[in-house]
């Protein structure tokens, strides 16, 4: 049997395809509680996230990405939570984590795809408790990405660079590939830090992969990583680069993102991009250099399948998903309506620019701009 091409390997030769967005798809079918956005549902309802991570395979990703976000212990009894499962035992760190990586191992295997395991930032570092207790957090999850032996481990989510240091180091220790996304835009880390500082900490601390994700939306995330690729190479650095935006357009966000915008997190229909959007992003993320292209908050499988289909001649992949999507629209010539059957163009969907039905809707929020972050007496535990 051939060994299985490393995430190195698989960089070396092109693009790799990342998965989407899996907590606020779960908040949307029923098995994620909004607010404190805990992954258990790895442990209460594991075919939920095996049926999405199958969705995301057939798209086109070529990593089955564990759903470990958010599941350091500190966060899963954050603000009183007690999670139990259904005998009544409590659900812990070392449940979520064997569950998730579970999960995504089994889907893997039913294609070529490699596994990730991550971690995210923690209420412990928000509250200011000090670096061993904070890394000890970490460390509880990585332990258990190196015993399933998953192919490489990912830091993101990350809006301190100090905090992402931290993690990296802890991500080291497993002997793995390390990735790291923060979620930070233009204006870099919420201490002020800019983005071109942050990449060249991000991968002087250790990571083969740097990048963004969440928070933003992808073109404006393309101009972090531009940003990023900037400061990198002013410092002689050259690691991957590593995208995964969320699926929202949200050109008015504040510098916190799209958690920021009033209607995040129970409102953010309108602003789903299409389809089209996910294929435009994917080629200008390429020519931007970017390597590993993907997906977070509210990316769905047909955002990945259109990213797949962006990169098709780079990738030499046509994924299952794709034969039932002619490209451009291409199945409608066989619509009943002459008026749908003239939709089967690439210059029309190009071209079209989508209404929301709304007709009072503003096209722009207001950002709430509280301007806290770590250290605040608001994160205090």
Not at 42 to 51: G, I, N, S
Not at 305 to 316: K, N, Q
Not at 357 to 375: C, I, L
Request: glycine residues 8%; proline residues 6%.
């Amino acid at each position: 049997t051939a060994t299985k091409k490393g995430i190195l390997q698989r960089l070396a030769e092109g693009p790799v395809i990342g998965d989407g967005g899996f907590l606020f798809e779960l908040e949307k079918r029923g098995y994620i509680t909004a607010g404190p956005f805990t992954p258990e549902v790895v442990v209460e309802h594991p075919e939920a996230v095996k049926q999405l991570h199958r969705e995301f395979l057939r798209c086109g990703s070529d990593v089955m990405q564990a759903f470990t976000y958010y599941a350091t212990e500190d966060k899963l009894t954050h603000r009183g939570q007690n999670l139990l499962d259904k005998n009544g035992a409590v659900i812990g760190v070392k449940a979520v984590n064997e569950s998730a990586t579970k999960i995504a191992k089994e889907v893997a295997a039913e294609g070529d795809a490699l596994t990730l395991g991550s971690l995210s930032q923690t209420p412990s570092y928000l509250a200011g408790k000090p670096k061993a207790q904070v890394q000890n957090e970490y460390r509880n999850q990585v332990k258990v990405f190196v015993s399933a032996n998953l192919d490489f481990v990912l830091a993101e989510y990350f809006e301190h660079i100090e905090e992402m240091e931290w993690a990296i180091e802890v991500c080291k220790e497993s002997g793995k590939v390390v990735a790291a996304t923060m979620c930070i835009g233009p204006e870099g880390d919420m201490h002020g830090v800019s983005a071109e500082e942050c990449a060249v900490r991000m991968c002087r601390a250790g990571a083969s992969l740097v990048g963004a994700n969440c928070h933003f939306d992808p073109f404006v995330t393309l101009k972090t990583m531009a940003k990023m690729k900037e400061g990198l190479e002013a410092a002689g650095l050259s690691p991957y680069l590593m995208c995964q935006p969320i699926g929202y357009l949200t050109p008015d966000a504040g510098k916190q993102g799209h958690i920021d915008l009033p209607e995040f997190p129970f409102a953010l229909e309108p602003r789903i991009m299409t389809r089209f959007d996910a294929h435009r992003f994917a080629r200008e993320a390429l020519d931007l250099g970017i390597h590993y292209i993907g997906g977070c908050c509210g990316f769905q499988p047909y955002h990945i399948r259109a990213i797949a289909e962006a990169l098709r001649e780079e990738t030499g992949k046509y994924p299952e998903a794709c034969k039932k999507h002619l490209p451009w629209g291409e199945g409608l010539q066989k619509h009943t309506k002459p008026w749908i059957r003239a939709r089967a163009s690439k210059t029309y969907w190009e071209n079209l620019d989508p209404s929301t039905g709304r007709p009072f809707s503003r096209a722009m929020s207001k950002p709430d701009n509280w301007d806290v972050s770590q250290g605040d007496s608001h994160f205090k535990q």
